[in-house]
C-alpha cells in the first residue's frame, strides 16, 4: 500500500460499500432535513507509510472542517474513523471491524500506484486555495507531529482532501432515511462470512451520485472514470539534480511544453549528464569479441568449421555460451551482439597455451573466452571464470603403490628394527646363561672349543624358534 490515488476505494461492493436495502418512501424526506444527519467514513492506512499515512489524515480532517465551514446550512456531517492494515488480509479485516462494529456507510483506503513518480508525475495548478491549504495544513503538522521530517503536502494529500469533499457533496444530494442507515440481516446463526456483516441503505444511491460528482479540487479536476480519479494533466520531468519539468501531456493536445494560451508542441531542452543540451550517441554497445581455442581433438566442446568464407563455431561449450546470451537478451531488453575469433597462428592452430589464451582478455584482445580451459589459481588475478558447467567436486592426483597384501613375508611387517634387536639380544643373553648354567655339568653339547661354543650361542635362539 504506497501512494494514494483517488478515488482511494475498497470497492468491496457486495459488503463494504454501496449495498442498497430499498428505497425511502417519499414521506420521509420532509422530516430529515430539519436536524443533522451523519455519514461515517472509515480509512484504512498503512502503519509502516508513516508519512503517506500522517499526510492523509491531517488533509482529511482538514476537508471536514473546511467543507462545512463555507456550507453550515448542509443537513448532513462526515464522521471519520481512522485505523491500519498492513497487507490485503489485514486490510480486510480492517474493512470487516469498520463494518461491524462502527457501521460505516463507505470506505477509504489506499491503492498501489506503479507510476515512476521522478517521470511523470500529475499536474497540479497553483491557486490561492492551494497555497492557504499548504499553510494550514504545515501549522496542523506541526501541531500533531512536531518532529515529523514531513516538509510539505504531496499529491497524496491533495487527493484524499478532494476524496472527502467529494463524499460529502455525494451525501447532500441524496436523502437520508430517518431510520439508522446501516442494517444487518436478520439471522440468530453466529456467523464471520460477509453476509452477516450488514449493509448500508444509501449505498448505491452514494455511489451512484459520486460517479456523478464533478468540482474543481485542490488537485484539479475531480472526475471519476471506471471508479478512478484519472488525471487530464501530466507533468513530463527530466530527472537531472532534483528534477526538471521539460513538457505536459494531456488527453487532448498529446505533449506539449505549456498548457496556457501560448502552446507550443514537442519538450523543452533537455539537459543530459554533465549539464550538456547534445544527445549522447555514444551508448552503442559494441559486439563482444570472444576467443576460441583452436586445437586437435575434442571437438565436442569446440569445433570450427568453414564454409566458403564463413566461418562457423559448434560445440558444447558454443552451445552453452549461446543459450545464456538467449536468456541475457529477453533480461536486458536488447540483443547482446559478439563475434567469435579462433585463436590460432598460421598453422590454423594454437601453438601456445590456455594461459596464454586467457592472458589475452587481460590485453584487451579478447572480451572472454569460451572454450574448455581449466580454472586454476593462478589465473584468477586476471580473468574471472565461469561456474563450470560439469560435475563439480575435488579431483586428486595420488601415486600409484603395489598391493604387499600377497608378499609371503607380510608377517614381519609388524616387526620394527628395535623389536629385532631387543628379540635377539634376549636370545643371546639366554643362551649365555644357559651356557653358563651347563658348563660345569658333563653335557657335551655345552664343550669343545671356544668357536663352537660362540657357534652355539649364536645358532641356540635360531633353533629354539624353528625347531620346538
Given at each position: 500500500m504506497a501512494n494514494f490515488v483517488c478515488i482511494f476505494f475498497c470497492f468491496l461492493h457486495y459488503f463494504i460499500l454501496f449495498h442498497d436495502t430499498g428505497a425511502m418512501p417519499e414521506s420521509s424526506a420532509e422530516t430529515i432535513r430539519g436536524s443533522k444527519s451523519s455519514v461515517h467514513i472509515g480509512a484504512i492506512f498503512d502503519p509502516d507509510s508513516t508519512l503517506d499515512g500522517v499526510i492523509a489524515e491531517i488533509s482529511m480532517n482538514l476537508a471536514i472542517s473546511d467543507f462545512y465551514a463555507l456550507r453550515p446550512n448542509y443537513q448532513t456531517r462526515l464522521h471519520l474513523r481512522v485505523t491500519t492494515a498492513k497487507d490485503l488480509v489485514d486490510t480486510a479485516g480492517a474493512a470487516v471491524d469498520l463494518l461491524e462494529n462502527f457501521q460505516v456507510d463507505a470506505i477509504i483506503g489506499p491503492q498501489i500506484s506503479t507510476a515512476a513518480p521522478f517521470l511523470v508525475e500529475s499536474h497540479v495548478p497553483k491557486s490561492k486555495e492551494l497555497e492557504s491549504f499548504n499553510r494550514r495544513w504545515k501549522r496542523e503538522l506541526h501541531l500533531m507531529k512536531p518532529k515529523s521530517p514531513l516538509t510539505g503536502i504531496n499529491f497524496s494529500g491533495l487527493w484524499a482532501y478532494d476524496t472527502i469533499c467529494a463524499l460529502a457533496r455525494a451525501a447532500e444530494k441524496i436523502l437520508l432515511p430517518t431510520n439508522p442507515s446501516f442494517v444487518k440481516p436478520n439471522t440468530s446463526?453466529?456467523?464471520?462470512?460477509?453476509?452477516?456483516?450488514?449493509?448500508?441503505?444509501?449505498?448505491?444511491?452514494?455511489?451512484?451520485?459520486?460517479?456523478?460528482?464533478?468540482?474543481?479540487?485542490?488537485?484539479?479536476?475531480?472526475?471519476?472514470?471506471?471508479?478512478?480519479?484519472?488525471?487530464?494533466?501530466?507533468?513530463?520531468?527530466?530527472?537531472i539534480g532534483n528534477g526538471r519539468v521539460v513538457g505536459y501531456w494531456t488527453p487532448e493536445k498529446g505533449i506539449s511544453q505549456n498548457l496556457g494560451p501560448n502552446y507550443k508542441n514537442g519538450l523543452k531542452q533537455i539537459i543530459w549528464p554533465g549539464d550538456s543540451?547534445?544527445?549522447?550517441?555514444?551508448?552503442?554497445?559494441?559486439?563482444?569479441?570472444?576467443?576460441?581455442?583452436?586445437?586437435?581433438?575434442?571437438?565436442?566442446?569446440?569445433?570450427?568449421?568453414?564454409?566458403?568464407?564463413k566461418t562457423t563455431y559448434t560445440g558444447f561449450s558454443v552451445d552453452v555460451f549461446?543459450?545464456?546470451?538467449?536468456?541475457?537478451?529477453?533480461?536486458?531488453?536488447?540483443?547482446?551482439?559478439?563475434?567469435?575469433?579462433?585463436?590460432?597462428?598460421?598453422?590454423?592452430?594454437?601453438?601456445?597455451?590456455?594461459?596464454?589464451?586467457?592472458?589475452?582478455?587481460?590485453?584487451?584482445?579478447?572480451?572472454?573466452?569460451?572454450?574448455?580451459?581449466?580454472?586454476?589459481?593462478?589465473?584468477?588475478?586476471?580473468?574471472?571464470?565461469?561456474?563450470?558447467?560439469?560435475?563439480?567436486?575435488?579431483?586428486?592426483?595420488?601415486?600409484?603403490?603395489?598391493?604387499?597384501?600377497?608378499?609371503?613375508?607380510?608377517?614381519?611387517?609388524?616387526?620394527?628394527?628395535?623389536?629385532?634387536?631387543?628379540?635377539?639380544?634376549?636370545?643371546?643373553?639366554?643362551?649365555?646363561?644357559?651356557?653358563?648354567m651347563g658348563h660345569n655339568t658333563e653335557n657335551t653339547e655345552f664343550r669343545g672349543s671356544y668357536r663352537r661354543q660362540l657357534a652355539m650361542i649364536l645358532l641356540f635362539p635360531f633353533y629354539a624358534f624353528v625347531i620346538p
Open positions: 446463526e453466529s456467523r464471520i462470512d460477509f453476509a452477516s456483516l450488514g449493509a448500508s441503505r444509501i449505498g448505491s444511491r452514494l455511489r451512484d451520485e459520486l460517479r456523478n460528482t464533478r468540482f474543481k479540487g485542490l488537485s484539479g479536476e475531480f472526475n471519476l472514470i471506471n471508479r478512478k480519479l484519472e488525471s487530464s494533466v501530466f507533468e513530463i520531468i527530466n530527472v543540451t547534445t544527445t549522447p550517441t555514444g551508448w552503442a554497445i559494441p559486439s563482444l569479441k570472444i576467443g576460441v581455442p583452436m586445437k586437435l581433438g575434442f571437438p565436442e566442446f569446440v569445433e570450427q568449421r568453414k564454409n566458403g568464407n549461446s543459450a545464456v546470451l538467449e536468456t541475457l537478451d529477453k533480461d536486458l531488453g536488447f540483443k547482446v551482439l559478439h563475434d567469435f575469433i579462433g585463436f590460432e597462428d598460421k598453422t590454423r592452430l594454437m601453438d601456445e597455451s590456455y594461459d596464454d589464451l586467457l592472458l589475452q582478455i587481460k590485453n584487451k584482445k579478447f572480451d572472454a573466452v569460451v572454450g574448455d580451459t581449466t580454472i586454476v589459481a593462478n589465473m584468477t588475478d586476471y580473468v574471472d571464470f565461469t561456474l563450470p558447467y560439469s560435475e563439480s567436486g575435488w579431483t586428486m592426483l595420488v601415486l600409484a603403490k603395489g598391493d604387499n597384501r600377497k608378499n609371503m613375508w607380510i608377517f614381519l611387517k609388524p616387526w620394527t628394527w628395535d623389536l629385532w634387536l631387543t628379540v635377539g639380544t634376549s636370545c643371546i643373553f639366554i643362551t649365555i646363561v644357559i651356557r653358563v
